[in-house]
């Protein structure tokens, strides 16, 4: 997947703020007055930072308004100003079912935080997920790539219609993506409990989607993979996808899936919803990965689990515990691994390239920080700890917050930019105690860490409140020309200033879902806590410790 001071008339915002309140009190009290919930409650922001995060919210609603292609009302991949014009300059006339996920929490946010009343978030997302209710889809599950002018499936952004490939074939005319279906899904759970109204369109559009067609169901072993399944699998984890017409159980279509191994990444959103709906066993998550494991402590796994010696940073500090799956009572031998900043005690899970979204995405959902204390709560505030140390103190920038997104121009490209320790030595497979790997993500040389951009800073609210709004200041303030009409740009260049005058309807909306959590006391958290589906992600959650230490490391 992809991927400021603030000059505000506290005094206007301020009255804008009062206005909204009563909505976020009622629904952040009625959430917590509902038993087993457990999301604590959201501190940090003094009333002038909170005021000033409204206005940011209230500009960056405002991309919507052009975003949403009204010949279907499904949201547009992203709008262009280039050179910062007033107006767009060209629109991304596809979307994606992560676009569509993400499209409504935004619609969600912005009722909460006033911008919207009740009646016009029903009417916007009715009219969405009536079209969405029409669209080919898969089991209920979304496909790729959709042109938001006619709503039919196009093989990539620009590509064929699909409907010219009549034959299954390993392309994205027939690929349902995972990670993209868990943001859509998500995004219906979120509708279901903030829109009571439209509770019934939204099960209706969740009932049919299995998400066991992402599990590896085959044998496992208590290796890291199993030598008996072709190509030495890593079994009882989740796919990247499936190929509609091509499942990975005939012939050798397995050949053309892959895993999603590294689970502190975005895909894991997909594991919390199909364990959350009881269509994936806890396997899942035991099998996964949270850093790329040493051989399993056993004689027969030696020679055949892979040899990761290649990855960011080895070798390693962890060790391996045994864990009880609550559900079945399997016992699973996990490695709980984890990274070190080069020269302190400070301990991290990395991302697979350091992106921020990579690690802190499902937090805006997923009461991760409040259910994972010790576990993927504790991860993502080390990421964002990680993300500053080496932006501010390694490279020197300004700013920090490196995720994949827009290019620093206005060419329309999209970049892997992430936190990969580039700066630290790095020796490659084989890599010992003596000459160690010490990057920051499990890959070296998947991203280059050259461009900022705002939604990591808002990403981070949740877990760094202050550093967070200090850097949205800073980069308001230092870079004037990343804050454009609708809010802040897609990137910034942090040595140049350049910036790619573009908006994201992924990046707008994980902005929009940043703020509602920091300014309505995590009310879209509250919201997926309330859903049935929530018991996996909160017992899982609260059950594993991982070898991270306490809160400052």
Same mark, same amino acid.
Request: net charge negative; aromatic share 12%.
């Given at each position: 997947?992809?991927?400021?001071?603030?000059?505000?008339?506290?005094?206007?915002?301020?009255?804008?703020?009062?206005?909204?309140?009563?909505?976020?009190?009622?629904?952040?009290?009625?959430?917590?007055? /509902?038993?087993?919930?457990?999301?604590?409650?959201?501190?940090?922001?003094?009333?002038?930072?909170?005021?000033?995060?409204?206005?940011?919210?209230?500009?960056?609603?405002?991309?919507?308004?052009?975003?949403?292609?009204?010949?279907?009302?499904?949201?547009?991949?992203?709008?262009?100003?280039?050179?910062?014009?007033?107006?767009?300059?060209?629109?991304?006339?596809?979307?994606?079912?992560?676009?569509?996920?993400?499209?409504?929490?935004?619609?969600?946010?912005?009722?909460? &935080?006033?911008?919207?009343?009740?009646?016009?978030?029903?009417?916007?997302?009715? /009219?969405?997920?009536?079209?969405?209710?029409?669209?080919?889809?898969?089991?209920?599950?979304?496909?790729?790539?959709?042109?938001?002018?006619? +709503?039919?499936?196009?093989?990539?952004?620009?590509?064929?219609?699909?409907?010219?490939?009549?034959t299954p074939t390993f392309d994205n005319c027939y690929f349902v993506s995972n990670v993209d279906n868990g943001w859509y899904?998500?995004?219906?759970?979120?509708? $279901?409990?903030?829109?009571?109204?439209?509770?019934? &369109?939204?099960?209706? *559009?969740?009932?049919?989607?299995?998400?066991?067609?992402? %599990?590896?169901?085959?044998?496992?072993?208590?290796?890291?993979?199993?030598?008996?399944?072709?190509?030495?699998?890593?079994?009882?984890?989740?796919?990247?996808?499936?190929?509609?017409? *091509?499942?990975?159980? @005939? +012939?050798?279509?397995?050949?053309?899936?892959?895993?999603?191994?590294?689970?502190?990444?975005?895909?894991?959103?997909?594991?919390?919803?199909?364990?959350?709906?009881?269509?994936?066993?806890?396997?899942?998550?035991?099998?996964?990965?949270?850093?790329?494991?040493?051989?399993?402590? =056993?004689?027969?796994? &030696?020679?055949?689990?892979?040899? =990761?010696?290649?990855q960011g940073q080895w070798p390693m500090g962890g060790y391996w515990q045994t864990w009880t799956d609550p559900q079945s009572?399997?016992?699973?031998?996990?490695?709980?691994?984890?990274?070190?900043?080069?020269?302190?005690? &400070?301990? =991290?899970?990395?991302?697979?390239?350091?992106?921020?979204?990579?690690?802190?995405?499902?937090?805006?959902?997923?009461?991760?920080?409040?259910? +994972?204390? #010790?576990?993927? +709560?504790?991860?993502?505030?080390?990421?964002?700890?990680?993300?500053?140390? %080496?932006?501010? @103190?390694? *490279?020197?920038?300004?700013?920090?917050?490196?995720?994949?997104?827009?290019?620093?121009?206005?060419?329309?490209?999209?970049?892997?930019?992430?936190?990969?320790?580039?700066?630290?030595? %790095?020796?490659?497979?084989?890599?010992?105690?003596?000459?160690?790997? #010490?990057?920051?993500? @499990?890959?070296?040389?998947?991203?280059?860490?050259?461009?900022?951009?705002?939604?990591?800073?808002?990403?981070?609210?949740?877990?760094?409140?202050?550093?967070?709004?200090?850097?949205?200041?800073?980069? $308001?303030?230092?870079?004037?020309?990343?804050?454009?009409?609708?809010?802040?740009?897609?990137?910034?260049?942090?040595?140049?200033?350049?910036?790619?005058?573009?908006?994201?309807?992924?990046?707008?909306?994980?902005?929009?879902?940043?703020?509602?959590?920091?300014?309505?006391?995590?009310?879209?958290?509250?919201?997926?806590?309330?859903?049935?589906?929530?018991?996996?992600?909160?017992? %899982?959650?609260?059950?594993?410790?991982?070898?991270?230490?306490?809160?400052?490391?």
């Amino acid at each position: 997947m992809r991927w400021n001071t603030l000059l505000v008339v506290i005094a206007a915002v301020a009255a804008g703020l009062v206005a909204v309140l009563p909505v976020a009190e009622a629904r952040a009290g009625a959430a917590a007055e /509902a038993p087993g919930h457990g999301v604590a409650a959201y501190t940090g922001l003094s009333a002038p930072q909170r005021a000033g995060l409204l206005s940011i919210a209230s500009d960056t609603w405002k991309f919507y308004g052009a975003d949403v292609d009204p010949a279907t009302n499904l949201p547009m991949d992203n709008l262009t100003f280039a050179g910062g014009s007033p107006a767009p300059t060209s629109y991304g006339r596809y979307t994606s079912a992560a676009n569509i996920g993400v499209y409504l929490w935004a619609v969600v946010a912005a009722r909460d &935080l006033g911008l919207i009343s009740t009646p016009q978030a029903v009417a916007r997302v009715r /009219a969405t997920l009536t079209e969405v209710a029409q669209l080919k889809r898969f089991d209920g599950f979304l496909h790729q790539w959709y042109d938001t002018t006619t +709503g039919d499936v196009i093989r990539n952004p620009g590509d064929v219609n699909c409907s010219t490939e009549t034959t299954p074939t390993f392309d994205n005319c027939y690929f349902v993506s995972n990670v993209d279906n868990g943001w859509y899904a998500s995004g219906l759970i979120v509708v $279901r409990q903030a829109l009571p109204q439209l509770r019934s &369109l939204a099960s209706s *559009l969740i009932a049919p989607m299995d998400f066991s067609i992402f %599990y590896d169901n085959r044998p496992e072993t208590h290796c890291n993979v199993n030598p008996a399944v072709a190509g030495n699998q890593p079994t009882g984890q989740m796919y990247g996808g499936y190929y509609v017409g *091509l499942p990975p159980d @005939q +012939g050798d279509n397995a050949a053309h899936y892959y895993h999603n191994g590294a689970f502190y990444s975005d895909p894991r959103i997909s594991a919390y919803i199909g364990m959350g709906l009881h269509q994936m066993p806890g396997n899942v998550w035991w099998r996964s990965w949270r850093v790329l494991p040493p051989p399993a402590p =056993f004689s027969d796994c &030696l020679t055949s689990d892979p040899d =990761f010696s290649w990855q960011g940073q080895w070798p390693m500090g962890g060790y391996w515990q045994t864990w009880t799956d609550p559900q079945s009572g399997e016992k699973f031998t996990v490695w709980e691994g984890h990274y070190t900043y080069p020269g302190t005690n &400070l301990t =991290f899970i990395p991302t697979y390239s350091g992106g921020m979204f990579e690690g802190l995405m499902p937090n805006e959902v997923v009461p991760e920080t409040s259910w +994972g204390a #010790q576990s993927f +709560g504790l991860a993502d505030a080390r990421t964002a700890q990680v993300q500053i140390k %080496y932006a501010t @103190q390694q *490279l020197g920038y300004p700013v920090w917050g490196m995720s994949p997104s827009s290019t620093p121009d206005d060419t329309g490209n999209y970049g892997g930019y992430g936190v990969e320790g580039l700066a630290f030595p %790095y020796y490659g497979a084989g890599a010992t105690a003596a000459h160690p790997n #010490q990057g920051l993500s @499990q890959c070296h040389g998947c991203a280059t860490e050259d461009v900022v951009t705002p939604h990591a800073s808002f990403l981070a609210l949740d877990v760094a409140p202050q550093q967070a709004y200090a850097n949205i200041s800073a980069l $308001r303030r230092l870079f004037p020309g990343v804050y454009g009409p609708d809010g802040f740009f897609d990137a910034v260049d942090p040595t140049t200033g350049a910036v790619g005058h573009r908006y994201l309807v992924l990046d707008q909306s994980m902005i929009m879902a940043a703020l509602d959590n920091a300014l309505n006391n995590r009310a879209l958290q509250r919201d997926f806590a309330a859903d049935p589906v929530s018991w996996a992600a909160r017992t %899982y959650l609260s059950l594993e410790q991982l070898s991270l230490g306490g809160p400052h490391g």
